[in-house]
């Protein structure tokens, strides 16, 4: 079971999104100031990621930003985060986010959000973290992902003990519950592509 102290929050950077994820981003913010959990996130003052970075500073919560020189500007770096790094590249971002998490959960967003989320997620397979992911499946947003994971299992790609490198959950007051009771996956990797 993980204590989660630092949560890594992977978030779409669109504000042109459904209420219902915004809201979502906002809830989620909040549960972490009030919990005590650090947020870290990308960096951005843009889309969920600026409102979760908002919210959690609103009710008094720990914030960590991490972003890459060239999207300060893009993104708009979120001045008011607690602490806010700038690194020199995606990947120095990623491995940063990583480090000071204990934990990860993906809310709603696009391509940048996906390449993150599969990431962590081929890391912990290939053990080199043993840290809970959590999809928040907000209004059914990740069931085309766990289907397509199904798909590849189907296929023979991906084995069926992989499900469990990551939990869902559909609503962001089951993030914190659903990570820390996360046991560590049964498999070694060994047995990656038997």
Same mark, same amino acid.
């Given at each position: ?14 504000? /042109?999104?459904?209420?219902? !994820?915004? &809201? *979502? ?12 959990? /650090? ?6 003052? #843009?889309?969920? +990621?600026?409102?979760? *970075? ?8 720990? #914030? %960590?930003?991490?972003?890459?020189? !060239? ?7 979120? *001045? ?6 700038? $690194?020199?590249? +995606?990947?120095? /971002?990623?491995?940063? +986010?990583?480090?000071?998490? &204990?934990? =990860? ?28 992911? $959590?999809?928040? @499946? ?13 798909? +590849?299992?189907?296929?023979? =790609? $991906?084995?069926?003990? !992989?499900? /469990?490198?990551?939990? #869902? %959950?559909?609503?962001?007051?089951? $993030?914190?519950?659903?990570?820390? *009771? ?7 990797? @060994?047995?990656?592509?038997?």
């Amino acid at each position: 079971m993980a204590k989660i102290r630092s949560l890594c929050v992977y978030c779409g950077a669109s504000a /042109r999104v459904a209420q219902v !994820h915004r &809201d *979502a981003a906002a809830k989620l913010g909040r549960l972490l100031a009030e919990a005590k959990i /650090r947020l870290v996130f990308g960096g951005g003052r #843009v889309g969920l +990621m600026g409102i979760i *970075a908002d919210a959690a500073l609103q009710a008094g919560g720990e #914030v %960590v930003g991490i972003i890459p020189d !060239h999207l300060v500007r893009l993104e708009v770096g979120h *001045a008011s985060a607690t602490e806010l790094i700038q $690194v020199r590249t +995606m990947h120095e /971002r990623k491995q940063s +986010m990583a480090d000071l998490s &204990d934990g =990860f959960a993906v809310l709603p967003g696009g391509l940048g959000t996906l390449d993150e989320t599969f990431e962590i997620i081929t890391w912990k397979q290939l053990r080199l973290h043993d840290k809970p992911i $959590v999809l928040v @499946d907000v209004a059914g947003y990740w069931k085309p992902l766990a289907g397509m994971v199904e798909h +590849m299992i189907k296929e023979g =790609f $991906v084995q069926p003990a !992989h499900r /469990r490198l990551f939990g #869902v %959950v559909d609503k962001v007051e089951d $993030v914190i519950p659903a990570l820390e *009771a996360m046991p560590a996956p049964a498999f070694s990797p @060994d047995v990656k592509w038997a």
